[in-house]
T-cell receptor, first 115, second 116 residues
Protein backbone atom coordinates (compact mmCIF):
# COMPACT_ATOMS: atom_id res chain seq x y z
CA UNK A 1 0.00 0.00 0.00
CA UNK A 2 1.15 3.53 -0.81
CA UNK A 3 2.70 5.60 1.96
CA UNK A 4 0.99 8.81 3.10
CA UNK A 5 2.35 12.03 4.58
CA UNK A 6 0.30 14.30 6.82
CA UNK A 7 1.16 17.34 8.93
CA UNK A 8 1.44 16.33 12.60
CA UNK A 9 -0.95 19.00 13.84
CA UNK A 10 -3.34 21.73 12.78
CA UNK A 11 -5.60 24.25 14.46
CA UNK A 12 -8.98 25.44 13.22
CA UNK A 13 -11.38 28.02 14.61
CA UNK A 14 -14.80 26.72 15.57
CA UNK A 15 -17.31 27.24 12.77
CA UNK A 16 -14.67 27.56 10.09
CA UNK A 17 -13.77 24.95 7.51
CA UNK A 18 -10.98 22.56 8.44
CA UNK A 19 -8.86 21.48 5.48
CA UNK A 20 -6.62 18.51 6.23
CA UNK A 21 -4.04 17.67 3.55
CA UNK A 22 -2.56 14.30 2.72
CA UNK A 23 0.23 13.50 0.31
CA UNK A 24 0.26 10.09 -1.37
CA UNK A 25 2.58 10.64 -4.30
CA UNK A 26 3.26 6.92 -4.85
CA UNK A 27 -0.40 5.94 -5.10
CA UNK A 28 -1.22 3.45 -7.82
CA UNK A 29 -4.27 3.33 -10.05
CA UNK A 30 -6.22 0.78 -8.06
CA UNK A 31 -5.64 2.27 -4.61
CA UNK A 32 -8.37 4.08 -2.73
CA UNK A 33 -7.94 6.96 -0.30
CA UNK A 34 -9.61 6.47 3.08
CA UNK A 35 -9.98 8.85 6.00
CA UNK A 36 -10.58 7.79 9.58
CA UNK A 37 -10.51 9.87 12.73
CA UNK A 38 -9.89 9.00 16.36
CA UNK A 39 -11.37 11.07 19.13
CA UNK A 40 -9.55 10.85 22.45
CA UNK A 41 -10.15 7.54 24.29
CA UNK A 42 -12.22 6.14 21.43
CA UNK A 43 -11.49 3.77 18.57
CA UNK A 44 -11.00 5.11 15.04
CA UNK A 45 -14.11 6.06 13.09
CA UNK A 46 -14.57 5.88 9.33
CA UNK A 47 -15.20 9.23 7.63
CA UNK A 48 -15.05 8.88 3.87
CA UNK A 49 -13.23 7.24 0.98
CA UNK A 50 -12.62 7.91 -2.70
CA UNK A 51 -10.80 6.72 -5.80
CA UNK A 52 -10.71 9.54 -8.35
CA UNK A 53 -13.73 11.76 -8.00
CA UNK A 54 -14.47 14.14 -5.20
CA UNK A 55 -16.77 12.68 -2.60
CA UNK A 56 -19.12 14.18 -0.03
CA UNK A 57 -21.13 12.70 2.77
CA UNK A 58 -22.79 13.97 5.92
CA UNK A 59 -19.48 14.21 7.74
CA UNK A 60 -17.02 15.63 5.25
CA UNK A 61 -15.86 16.19 1.69
CA UNK A 62 -12.88 14.55 0.06
CA UNK A 63 -11.05 16.36 -2.71
CA UNK A 64 -8.56 14.27 -4.70
CA UNK A 65 -6.23 16.00 -7.14
CA UNK A 66 -6.40 15.03 -10.78
CA UNK A 67 -3.05 13.22 -10.62
CA UNK A 68 -4.24 11.53 -7.39
CA UNK A 69 -0.98 12.31 -5.63
CA UNK A 70 -2.65 14.26 -2.87
CA UNK A 71 -6.02 14.79 -1.27
CA UNK A 72 -7.75 17.10 1.18
CA UNK A 73 -10.36 16.23 3.74
CA UNK A 74 -12.72 19.13 4.38
CA UNK A 75 -14.86 19.53 7.47
CA UNK A 76 -17.09 22.40 6.33
CA UNK A 77 -18.03 23.82 9.74
CA UNK A 78 -15.70 22.48 12.41
CA UNK A 79 -17.05 22.04 15.93
CA UNK A 80 -15.27 21.29 19.18
CA UNK A 81 -16.34 17.66 18.79
CA UNK A 82 -14.25 17.43 15.63
CA UNK A 83 -11.07 17.69 17.72
CA UNK A 84 -9.35 14.38 16.96
CA UNK A 85 -6.48 12.69 15.17
CA UNK A 86 -7.27 12.30 11.46
CA UNK A 87 -5.70 9.45 9.52
CA UNK A 88 -5.29 9.33 5.75
CA UNK A 89 -4.86 5.76 4.49
CA UNK A 90 -4.27 4.47 0.99
CA UNK A 91 -4.87 0.87 0.05
CA UNK A 92 -5.91 -1.63 -2.55
CA UNK A 93 -9.18 -3.33 -1.89
CA UNK A 94 -9.82 -7.05 -2.06
CA UNK A 95 -12.35 -7.93 -4.70
CA UNK A 96 -12.84 -11.53 -3.70
CA UNK A 97 -13.29 -13.65 -0.65
CA UNK A 98 -14.68 -12.19 2.56
CA UNK A 99 -13.28 -8.78 1.83
CA UNK A 100 -11.15 -8.36 4.92
CA UNK A 101 -8.21 -6.02 4.64
CA UNK A 102 -5.56 -4.38 6.77
CA UNK A 103 -5.65 -0.66 7.51
CA UNK A 104 -2.12 0.73 7.76
CA UNK A 105 -2.29 3.81 9.98
CA UNK A 106 0.43 6.46 10.16
CA UNK A 107 0.60 9.01 12.94
CA UNK A 108 -2.13 11.18 11.42
CA UNK A 109 -2.88 14.87 11.94
CA UNK A 110 -4.00 16.06 15.33
CA UNK A 111 -6.72 18.64 14.64
CA UNK A 112 -7.54 21.03 17.45
CA UNK A 113 -10.73 23.04 17.02
CA UNK A 114 -10.44 26.24 19.00
CA UNK A 115 -13.48 28.11 20.43
CA UNK B 1 -27.61 -0.78 16.78
CA UNK B 2 -24.89 -1.76 19.24
CA UNK B 3 -21.33 -1.12 18.18
CA UNK B 4 -18.28 -3.26 18.77
CA UNK B 5 -18.10 -4.16 22.45
CA UNK B 6 -14.82 -4.71 24.23
CA UNK B 7 -14.06 -5.64 27.80
CA UNK B 8 -12.50 -4.79 30.06
CA UNK B 9 -11.98 -1.11 29.23
CA UNK B 10 -8.97 -0.90 31.53
CA UNK B 11 -6.64 -3.52 32.94
CA UNK B 12 -3.64 -3.16 35.21
CA UNK B 13 -1.45 -6.19 35.82
CA UNK B 14 2.05 -6.98 36.96
CA UNK B 15 4.60 -8.22 34.48
CA UNK B 16 4.67 -11.98 33.85
CA UNK B 17 0.95 -12.24 34.61
CA UNK B 18 -1.52 -13.43 31.97
CA UNK B 19 -4.25 -11.18 30.60
CA UNK B 20 -7.17 -11.63 28.23
CA UNK B 21 -9.29 -9.21 26.23
CA UNK B 22 -12.73 -9.94 24.86
CA UNK B 23 -14.46 -8.55 21.78
CA UNK B 24 -18.03 -8.86 20.55
CA UNK B 25 -18.33 -7.58 16.96
CA UNK B 26 -21.33 -5.95 15.37
CA UNK B 27 -24.02 -8.51 14.61
CA UNK B 28 -23.64 -9.90 11.13
CA UNK B 29 -20.03 -8.83 10.70
CA UNK B 30 -18.03 -11.86 9.74
CA UNK B 31 -14.62 -10.22 9.65
CA UNK B 32 -12.85 -9.24 12.86
CA UNK B 33 -9.56 -7.49 13.54
CA UNK B 34 -7.33 -6.93 16.54
CA UNK B 35 -5.08 -3.86 16.51
CA UNK B 36 -2.44 -2.63 18.95
CA UNK B 37 -2.01 1.09 19.54
CA UNK B 38 0.99 2.52 21.35
CA UNK B 39 0.87 6.02 22.77
CA UNK B 40 1.15 8.66 20.05
CA UNK B 41 1.05 6.11 17.24
CA UNK B 42 -1.61 4.84 14.88
CA UNK B 43 -3.10 1.37 15.37
CA UNK B 44 -1.15 -1.61 14.05
CA UNK B 45 -2.81 -4.82 12.95
CA UNK B 46 -2.15 -7.93 15.06
CA UNK B 47 -4.52 -10.42 13.47
CA UNK B 48 -7.54 -10.52 11.21
CA UNK B 49 -10.25 -13.14 10.94
CA UNK B 50 -12.65 -14.11 8.22
CA UNK B 51 -15.31 -16.02 10.13
CA UNK B 52 -13.40 -18.48 12.35
CA UNK B 53 -10.26 -18.46 10.22
CA UNK B 54 -7.26 -16.30 11.03
CA UNK B 55 -6.28 -15.17 7.54
CA UNK B 56 -3.41 -12.94 8.62
CA UNK B 57 -1.57 -13.38 11.91
CA UNK B 58 1.86 -12.49 10.60
CA UNK B 59 2.20 -9.56 13.00
CA UNK B 60 1.06 -11.41 16.10
CA UNK B 61 3.98 -12.21 18.47
CA UNK B 62 3.14 -15.86 18.78
CA UNK B 63 5.54 -16.60 21.61
CA UNK B 64 3.29 -14.79 24.05
CA UNK B 65 0.16 -13.69 22.19
CA UNK B 66 -2.71 -15.91 21.13
CA UNK B 67 -6.17 -15.27 19.76
CA UNK B 68 -9.25 -17.25 19.02
CA UNK B 69 -12.60 -16.66 17.44
CA UNK B 70 -14.79 -19.62 18.21
CA UNK B 71 -17.99 -19.96 16.17
CA UNK B 72 -16.98 -16.93 14.13
CA UNK B 73 -18.51 -14.37 16.47
CA UNK B 74 -16.78 -13.28 19.71
CA UNK B 75 -13.03 -13.21 19.94
CA UNK B 76 -10.47 -13.34 22.73
CA UNK B 77 -6.92 -12.03 22.63
CA UNK B 78 -4.54 -13.35 25.28
CA UNK B 79 -1.07 -12.39 26.42
CA UNK B 80 0.93 -14.81 28.55
CA UNK B 81 3.16 -13.72 30.12
CA UNK B 82 2.76 -9.96 29.84
CA UNK B 83 5.83 -7.74 29.54
CA UNK B 84 6.28 -4.07 30.34
CA UNK B 85 6.36 -3.25 26.63
CA UNK B 86 2.87 -4.67 26.15
CA UNK B 87 1.35 -1.60 27.80
CA UNK B 88 -0.86 -0.16 25.08
CA UNK B 89 -4.45 0.06 23.88
CA UNK B 90 -5.83 -3.06 22.23
CA UNK B 91 -8.52 -2.30 19.68
CA UNK B 92 -11.01 -4.67 18.12
CA UNK B 93 -12.75 -3.88 14.85
CA UNK B 94 -15.26 -5.64 12.65
CA UNK B 95 -16.60 -5.29 9.14
CA UNK B 96 -19.30 -6.84 7.00
CA UNK B 97 -16.81 -8.84 5.02
CA UNK B 98 -18.01 -7.88 1.59
CA UNK B 99 -15.63 -7.26 -1.24
CA UNK B 100 -15.55 -3.66 -2.43
CA UNK B 101 -14.67 -0.15 -1.29
CA UNK B 102 -17.63 0.37 1.04
CA UNK B 103 -16.42 -2.26 3.50
CA UNK B 104 -15.54 0.08 6.35
CA UNK B 105 -14.16 -1.14 9.65
CA UNK B 106 -16.01 -0.32 12.87
CA UNK B 107 -13.84 -0.04 15.95
CA UNK B 108 -14.57 -0.67 19.58
CA UNK B 109 -13.39 1.68 22.34
CA UNK B 110 -10.35 -0.46 23.11
CA UNK B 111 -8.84 -1.96 26.23
CA UNK B 112 -6.09 0.06 27.85
CA UNK B 113 -3.51 -2.31 29.32
CA UNK B 114 -0.95 -1.17 31.85
CA UNK B 115 1.79 -3.62 32.81
CA UNK B 116 3.67 -2.73 36.00
Amino acid sequence: DAKTTQPPSMDCAEGRAANLPCNHSTISGNEYVYWYRQIHSQGPQYIIHGLKNNETNEMASLIITEDRKSSTLILPHATLRDTAVYYCIVRVLPYSGAGSYQLTFGKGTKLSVIP
Amino acid sequence: EAGVVQSPRYKIIEKKQPVAFWCNPISGHNTLYWYLQNLGQGPELLIRYENEEAVDDSQLPKDRFSAERLKGVDSTLKIQPAELGDSAVYLCASSLGIAGPANEQFFGPGTRLTVL
